[in-house]
């Protein structure tokens, strides 16, 4: 594994959560949960050099815009309290945990979140977390490598983070044919270092 981190790094666990990582969750990802001992490697090397790890977790309430039941396209997922919401047990957590979509939003990025039905965004508070820490540079890393992942990568960059995904480190939903490798290609578009699968 190759050294990434050092002072101004910072690494994000995007949604490695019940519903999402494991087999039996209401959206599962494929291969979620094969990913965390190297998801659980990486925190440990990030926390050896003094980088900060932050994590995020949908919070959902029960009824929400999001959902397919309230015309959204996803089914229920990590609704608050739920244990689907729960990180998953097998995931070292040693770092500060943002919640998303607490309010019902939209939220597949760490640092905002979006109303379903204006698309007005919010931000989160990621963003002061990393800046009181100096961090100039992001290692995204979790589920789904298409959405949450993806629009993590895709802020931060936006914000003006350097931003690295390894791939070893993501699953993808990919609902439609080619939605992984069109992520990647948007990642890499957005000048997103964007780390082969080895």
Request: hydrophobic share 40%; with cysteine.
């Amino acid at each position: 594994m190759t050294e990434r981190y050092r002072p101004g790094v910072a690494l994000l666990v995007i949604d490695i959560q019940n519903d999402f990582a494991a087999p039996e969750g209401s959206l599962y990802v494929p291969g979620g949960e094969e990913i965390i001992p190297a998801v659980n490697a990486e925190i440990e090397q990030a926390v050896a050099a003094g980088s900060p790890v932050v994590y995020t977790q949908d919070w959902h309430p029960p009824t929400t815009p999001h959902f397919s039941t309230s015309g959204g396209i996803w089914p229920p997922h990590c609704v608050r309290e739920s244990v689907g919401a729960r990180l998953h047990p097998m995931l070292r957590v040693d770092g500060t945990v943002v919640r998303k979509g607490t309010g019902g939003e939209n939220g597949y990025s760490g640092f905002t979140v979006r109303d379903p039905l204006t698309d007005a965004a919010q931000a989160t508070e990621l963003h002061r977390i990393l800046a009181t820490r100096d961090i100039t540079t992001i290692v995204v890393v979790g589920l789904a490598g298409d959405y949450c992942v993806k629009a993590t990568a895709l802020d931060g960059r936006a914000l003006g983070y350097q931003v690295v995904v390894p791939l070893a480190l993501t699953r993808f939903v990919t609902l439609q044919p080619g939605d992984d490798t069109r992520a990647i290609t948007d990642l890499r578009d957005a000048g997103v270092v964007v780390v082969p699968d080895q």
